[in-house]
């Protein structure tokens, strides 16, 4: 059984730091590509950022270009998403998934799992 468990969120001031974790329980979790959406009260989830199967490929959303970088430990199943200067729009619940040999899309019915979300409040 697969599971996704993201972690890292909290309440952080404008300007901040925060580094989410989503740790996954695949056996070739080298042959996913991952990829991080997030959902804000009243709105629908959205494309964040996604990191190809082969980890050579990498694409943001322009919201979050230059702010955000998202990077991967296949020895430890987890993916990762660096998220510099916040602003209180990046508030959300963000989700991380997993894609079978995937290339790292926007599209969210591309992705075969998801985990259970993980809050990120940035205050002004």
């Known amino acids: 059984q697969v599971q996704l468990v993201e972690s890292g969120g909290g309440l952080v001031q404008a300007g901040g730091s925060l580094r989410l974790s989503c740790a996954a329980s695949?056996?070739?979790?080298?042959?996913?590509?991952m990829g991080w959406f997030r959902q804000a009260p009243g709105k629908e989830r959205e494309f964040v950022a996604a990191?190809?199967?082969?980890?050579?490929?990498?694409y943001y959303t322009d919201s979050v270009k230059g702010r955000f970088t998202i990077s991967r430990n296949n020895a430890k199943n987890t993916v990762y998403l660096q998220m510099n200067s916040l602003k209180p729009e990046d508030t959300a619940v963000y989700y991380c998934?997993?894609?079978?040999?995937?290339?790292?899309?926007?599209?969210?019915?591309?992705?075969?799992?998801w985990g259970q979300g993980t809050q990120v409040t940035v205050s002004s």
């Open positions: 695949i056996r070739t979790f080298s042959s996913y590509a």
């Open positions: 990191l190809s199967w082969s980890g050579g490929s990498t």
């Open positions: 998934a997993a894609d079978y040999l995937g290339v790292g899309s926007a599209l969210r019915y591309q992705y075969d799992y």
